[in-house]
């Protein structure tokens, strides 16, 4: 089959299964950027890791809201923390949203933890899922108490610190893509990267309970929606 070009990919000199196979690997596997040029060379395909990270800041984000879309409604319990990252020598806070299923609703990355920056991170979801949920859970930071009041007063709200493992948890990847990437260096870098990271995340995903064969057919799906949001016929 020869190596397919959309419209999207017409000034790059590589083909669309190519460029797309790149930034697959970059956003679902903790990899740097360096790595994603050996792996590509290791199939003798000879592309630069800056040309990686041009491809992964042209597209990721792109791809990530495509992804978005095609993914099921999230569920109707809402599971939010933030932890503590540090950017240029600074501390800031990674704040995070799933749902009841695991998966990974937003993310904003803010310099704060205080009432302000928890109201931001709400109206995000509000306008990005459209609807609010039955249930928020959060541990004891009294931010969330005060953000919830004015922004989702009618929501149940549940705070404490046992019941929010699954926010605490989707953390995991985050910490493992800071050590490969050696830090984040800037907020901007941070927030764009992990709302590309997550959403791949999201369509690769693998529930704890799945049995072998239905998770083959899942992950089948999900190539099929990977290939369709870039535009690739193929696997490279």
């Given at each position: 089959m020869e190596p397919t070009r959309a419209a999207r990919y017409a000034r790059h000199r590589f083909p669309t299964e190519?460029?797309?196979?790149?930034?697959?690997?970059?956003?679902?596997?903790?990899?740097?950027?360096?790595?994603?040029?050996?792996?590509?060379?290791?199939?003798?395909?000879?592309?630069?890791?800056?040309?990686?990270?041009?491809?992964?800041?042209?597209?990721?984000?792109?791809?990530?809201?495509?992804?978005?879309?095609?993914?099921?409604?999230?569920?109707?319990?809402?599971?939010?923390?933030?932890?503590?990252?540090?950017?240029?020598?600074?501390?800031?806070?990674?704040?995070r949203a799933v749902d009841q299923h695991g998966i990974v609703l937003d993310i904003l990355v803010q310099s704060h933890r205080y009432a302000k920056a928890a109201k931001r991170l709400l109206r995000k979801l509000l306008k990005k899922q459209g609807i609010a949920p039955r249930v928020m859970i959060t541990d004891k930071l009294a931010s969330y108490?005060?953000?919830?009041?004015?922004?989702?007063?009618?929501?149940?709200?549940?705070?404490?610190?046992?019941?929010?493992?699954?926010?605490?948890?989707?953390?995991?990847?985050?910490?493992?893509?800071?050590?490969?990437?050696?830090?984040?260096?800037?907020?901007?870098?941070a927030q764009r990267f992990l709302s590309a990271h997550d959403q791949v995340a999201n369509l690769f995903r693998r529930p704890a309970s799945i049995t072998a064969a239905a998770h083959r057919i899942s992950r089948a799906q999900a190539f099929q929606i990977w290939n369709e949001v870039a535009e690739a016929v193929a696997d490279c």
């Open positions: 190519v460029v797309s196979y790149a930034i697959w690997l970059y956003f679902r596997f903790p990899l740097s950027q360096r790595m994603v040029e050996e792996t590509l060379a290791a199939r003798g395909i000879q592309v630069s890791y800056e040309t990686v990270r041009q491809w992964a800041l042209k597209f990721g984000q792109d791809f990530a809201n495509k992804i978005r879309r095609r993914l099921p409604a999230a569920g109707d319990k809402w599971h939010l923390d933030e932890v503590a990252i540090s950017i240029a020598g600074r501390r800031h806070w990674l704040w108490t005060a953000a919830k009041r004015v922004v989702m007063p009618g929501v149940e709200h549940r705070q404490h610190k046992g019941l929010n493992n699954r926010a605490e948890n989707s953390h995991q990847p985050t910490r493992r893509r800071e050590r490969i990437m050696t830090r984040f260096r800037s907020a901007r870098q």
